[in-house]
């Protein structure tokens, strides 16, 4: 593996937040620091969002709401586009900014900001057609409307996994729709989702319509949420937190749409195409080194094929180069902070000390910054945390099955209810894989799950409501019934 020590210079810039259309950098008050993970190397200081800071954000939000939902359609749909036009021009830039701050290679950070200004397109076009209704009335001196419109200022909420497509699809969602938006992304990963605001910025979007906040999320997330301007929330993270957030909003009644966590399933019948499952399944697993919700994770593969797909699968898995992910030969890169690399050590002793089979990987680099290597387990018991907690990371887990409905009841065996996946050649084992695994995302004989025109979302214990498709739209808009007569 390779690693470097001085990508950090010329990093993203004096950060800031921007509240009211308006610059606020780090002088003069409180900062965080912002982190290099493949190299432990500090690249920047973030400023700290105080109490007053959060109120003229607040105060902002309701004068850009008024502003923007009385901007047609069209003209939305038109500063959309153009951000999306500009982040496309800008991909090298903005790519090299989020691989230093949250360490994916490079080649996947290009990927991620793509789709990124696809879903800003998709959402703008689809704020057109943001359709109401007429219904005919029981009196020929009656008109009838049902009228869409924006819910109001949205509080949004973004980890550190996907800096540039999820703040993408918040900011998608509640711009496309009408609505003003605070954004907080998370302080690990803050450039990126200053650089989708500047392509917005200069695609003609109005001060006030769009405010950046960083600092204690507690402290935002309760200041934010109690205040009466704030009508919906957007949170992707973890279940826990989205819980507690989704009592905050229920004390107002406000709208919530939560994208929590996972434990995605893949089930390998011995009807599949082997190598295509294989190639596919590991790509996968370790893209962002497993830092992704829809991540798999439990592989249940038919008996009579398990000892031929984990050969396979630790050998293609142990081949991948790991390195800093500006580096043009790196496929695999640094987890994004101490606290994942850590988490992965536990798990790696609760599993083995269980009687869990290494086949790869299981023990931290020894280089700078936070790097763990594929790591595949066999012979796993039931009740071993990595086959109940999400790993977040790059560990697969490799369980045999006999009869479809076992391998069907131990995908759904957890709360969790995200995203499954499976891959069969038989069109009799794929509906009924698609009809009985419970996820809010499935994809079979493929991992695309994840398009701007389709919802993203779970359900159980992985959250409620959708982002993306025309369902992510109706999340922040109001129904509103008009008769005349």
Not at 196 to 217: F, K, M, T
Not at 436 to 441: C, D, K, P, Q, S
Not at 472 to 478: A, F, H, I, Q
Request: net charge negative.
């Amino acid at each position: 593996m390779t690693t470097a020590t001085t990508h950090g210079a010329a990093y993203a810039g004096e950060l800031r937040m921007v509240i009211g259309g308006e610059p606020v950098g780090p002088d003069a008050r409180r900062t965080l620091a912002v982190h290099d993970p493949a190299s432990g190397e500090e690249i920047g200081r973030l400023p700290i969002a105080t109490t007053e800071d959060l109120e003229r954000a607040l105060e902002s939000a309701q004068r850009g709401f008024a502003r923007w939902r009385a901007t047609s359609p069209y003209d939305r749909a038109n500063v959309l586009r153009t951000a999306a036009r500009l982040i496309r021009e800008r991909v090298d830039p903005i790519a090299r900014i989020l691989t230093l701050e949250q360490g994916k290679p490079l080649s996947e950070s290009r990927l991620e900001i793509l789709a990124t200004a696809d879903i800003l397109e998709w959402s703008g076009e689809e704020g057109r057609r943001a359709y109401g209704r007429v219904v005919p009335g029981r009196s020929p001196a009656v008109r009838q409307l049902v009228m869409r419109e924006p819910v109001g200022p949205v509080a949004a909420f973004t980890p550190w996994n996907f800096p540039a497509i999820t703040p993408g699809r918040k900011l998608a969602g509640a711009l496309g729709a009408g609505c003003s938006i605070i954004i907080k992304p998370s302080e690990e990963t803050p450039a990126t989702a200053l650089a989708l605001y500047d392509a917005l910025r200069d695609a003609g979007l109005p001060d006030d319509v769009v405010n950046v906040v960083y600092g204690d999320p507690p402290h935002i997330s309760e200041t934010l949420i109690a205040s009466p301007v704030i009508r919906k929330i957007s949170f992707t993270g973890s279940t826990a937190v989205g819980k507690h957030l989704a009592r905050l909003a229920a004390d107002g009644l406000k709208r919530a749409t939560l994208e929590l966590g996972g434990h995605a399933p893949v089930i390998v019948s011995d009807k599949a195409d082997l190598g295509k499952a294989v190639g596919m399944s590991v790509s996968a697993k370790f893209r962002n080194a497993g830092q992704v919700c829809v991540s798999p994770t439990r592989f249940f593969v038919q008996e009579n094929v398990v000892a031929k797909f984990t050969e396979a699968f630790a050998a293609k898995g142990a081949s991948l180069r790991i390195g800093h992910g500006l580096e043009d030969t790196t496929q695999m890169g640094s987890l994004a902070n101490a606290r994942r690399r850590d988490a992965m050590v536990s798990l790696v002793e609760d599993t083995t000390r269980r009687g869990g089979r290494v086949h790869i990987g299981g023990s931290p680099l020894d280089s700078p910054g936070f790097f763990f290597p594929p790591t595949v387990f066999t012979d796993v018991p039931a009740d071993a945390r990595v086959l109940n907690e999400e790993p977040f990371g790059p560990i697969a887990v490799i369980t045999p099955y006999r009869e479809l409905s076992d391998a069907i009841a131990q995908a759904n065996a957890l709360p969790y209810g995200l995203a499954a996946y499976a891959f069969t050649q038989d069109v009799g084992e794929s509906i009924r894989l698609g009809n009985e695994i419970e996820a809010g995302m499935i994809g079979i004989n493929h991992f695309g799950i994840a398009f701007a025109e389709l919802p993203f979302g779970g359900i159980k214990d992985s959250g409620y409501g959708s982002e993306g498709g025309t369902e992510g739209l109706d999340g922040y808009l109001l129904t509103k019934t008009v008769t005349t007569s």
